[in-house]
């Protein structure tokens, strides 16, 4: 396997010290950025299998590095795995549209950022199919990670079209919030059941009409209609 580059942007230099070592030490090739604007500029130009992204940055901060990132069909499928100083972040990056992939708090242990990374990746590397997943008025393209919804482009964040996704490929059965937080998020805690919820909200906000046929199975979780 080729080695992966990770791109870490962090303002804070003993914090980005720390964690080049170590994900050098994991085996990554390690790319580093002390702001947002050299985050962006570095991810243009080498396109990295995953960014590790401080929110609270000087200058462009994380949220809005993510967005820049999004809005360039070169860098928009770059998975960004969050870090967040504070606990109340958590929520928004839930409530806004940050397209981060996953969030660690700080502080942080090194474990739980390596093993955050190694599922971000893992779900990055799911196989393409060739001929977009269609449903209903859905056409879901993973080759080329579009979604039309009645024909029209649906902007969609990573995790909104893995879920999505999810839901297509297992159509007609129902899937436990525990069984998506496996599949989409690569792992599976207590307590991210709302996270699931949350996310089908948005899913199904964005998709509009055409999000009919996702059905909510009281106590259990989501089925698309087969
Ligand atoms: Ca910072």
Request: hydrophobic content about 45%; overall charge neutral.
């Amino acid at each position: 396997m080729t080695q992966q580059t990770i791109l870490l942007v962090e303002d804070e230099k003993d914090i980005r010290d720390l964690l080049a070592l170590h994900l050098q030490r994991e085996g990554f090739a390690v790319l580093e950025a002390g702001d947002g604007l050299q985050a962006v500029d570095l991810a243009r130009k080498r396109k990295p299998d995953l960014i590790l992204l401080d929110l609270m940055l000087p200058g462009l901060d994380g949220l809005g590095v993510s967005k820049a990132l999004q809005r360039d069909p070169g860098t928009a499928s770059i998975p960004i795995l969050m870090l967040t100083a504070r606990g109340e972040e958590v929520d928004r990056i839930v409530g806004l549209e940050l397209g981060a992939a996953d969030y660690v708090v700080k502080p942080f242990s090194l474990r739980e950022v390596l093993l955050r990374i190694r599922a971000v990746l893992r779900r990055g590397a799911a196989p393409v199919d060739a001929l977009p997943l269609r449903w209903n008025d859905i056409s879901l393209d993973t080759a080329g990670h579009v979604v039309l919804a009645g024909g029209v482009p649906v902007s969609l964040t990573l995790t909104e079209f893995r879920l999505l996704e999810d839901l297509l490929r297992n159509k007609g059965k129902v899937r436990s919030r525990e069984q998506l937080l496996d599949s989409v998020w690569g792992y599976s805690f207590e307590g991210y059941a709302r996270t699931v919820d949350t996310h089908v909200r948005r899913l199904r906000a964005k998709l509009g009409e055409a999000a009919a046929g996702i059905e909510t199975v009281r106590g259990i979780g989501y089925r698309a209609r087969g």
